[in-house]
């Protein structure tokens, strides 16, 4: 089985969520498949993110990551389905794909091209827990860096065609990747995307890298080896720079909740409290 670095590692803890997540009465969706994916690490990674997010002796003072993650999932999940019933758009990228298994879960329309772009050793990881699953869409992996100079190249040779309006969504990126680069990556995929063309992606707010509460899952980050390094009070100002005009919803917000945030959702107006954004829009 491959060895996954640091970074790829966290989508270990995003599969052992949604396995967990599955497994709940009321659940926010439905992953069969999250549990194949979790592999050895996703519980032990699970269970550092539940004893700091959930102290025995003390009251919660970080996000529910579970309520995150679950809410987050139903959201882009209704996001991509909502974009494929459009007929115009005719192809997904997931960038990066980690365990997603989207392709395999989903109903998906049958004009739609499914892009999963990631580092060779996750996309190989999942192909080897998912066995002879077989996806519900016509699914191409395109086994890249998205750091590497050539990426667009692969996602081309993999038959993306940049004229043709596309989808995107950039989970579980954005933070975890210099300011520079977060900006060179929307410079890089807004010259692939067609006008009219939708993008997705969640990003956290500058104090959530910074306030003194949230030390205790900064530090588990970090010592996983994959430290939050970016964030933004103003998304929709970045997105706007790169030629999309988006909105950004924060979870506990109307529809961004789904009955399952348990936290105050203070007013955009407010400084010096965590944010984390779902931002979505269109390209120019």
């Known amino acids: 089985m491959p060895v996954l670095n640091p970074v790829e590692r966290t989508a270990l803890l995003t599969a052992a969520l949604r396995a967990a997540e599955t497994r ?8 069969p498949y999250a549990a194949a994916l979790v592999g050895e690490a996703g519980p032990e990674l699970l269970a550092e993110i539940r004893a700091a997010t959930f102290p025995p002796d003390r009251p919660r003072t970080l996000p529910s ?17 909502e974009a494929a019933q459009d007929p115009a758009t005719t192809q997904l990228v997931l960038a990066p794909a980690g365990m997603d298994s989207r392709a395999y879960r989903l109903p998906w329309p049958g004009h739609i091209r499914y892009f999963e772009v990631d580092r060779p050793a ?18 191409r992996t395109v086994a890249v860096d ?24 950039l989970e579980g990126l954005l933070y975890y990747i210099p300011e520079a680069d977060a900006h060179r990556m929307l410079e890089r995929v807004a010259a692939l995307c067609a006008p009219g063309s939708r993008i997705a992606a969640d990003i956290v707010n500058g104090a959530a890298l910074t306030l003194p509460h949230m030390r205790g899952l900064l530090d588990v980050f970090a010592g996983w080896g994959c430290p939050w390094v970016f964030g933004t009070d103003e998304p929709e100002a970045l997105f706007e720079r790169y030629g999309f005009d988006v909105r950004a919803v924060q979870p506990g917000e109307p529809g961004a909740d789904f009955g399952r945030w348990p936290d105050p959702v203070p007013p955009r107006a407010v400084k010096d409290v965590r944010r984390v954004f779902f931002v979505h829009g269109r390209r120019r």
């Not at 709940?24 to 992953?31: K, V």
């Not at 996750?122 to 699914?139: N, Q, S, T």
């Not at 750091?147 to 081309?156: G, I, N, S």
């Not at 038959?159 to 596309?166: E, F, I, K, M, V």
């Open 24 to 31: 709940r009465a009321d659940r926010l969706y439905e992953d």
């Open 65 to 81: 990551t579970p309520d995150y993650n679950a809410i987050r999932t139903r959201f882009f999940d209704d996001l991509l389905q």
């Open 122 to 139: 996750v996309l190989d990881f999942k192909a080897g827990r998912l066995g002879e699953v077989e996806p519900r869409v016509d699914h």
């Open 146 to 169: 998205l750091t590497a100079d050539d990426w667009e190249e692969r996602l081309l040779a993999s038959g993306y065609d940049p004229a043709l309006p596309s989808a995107w969504l």
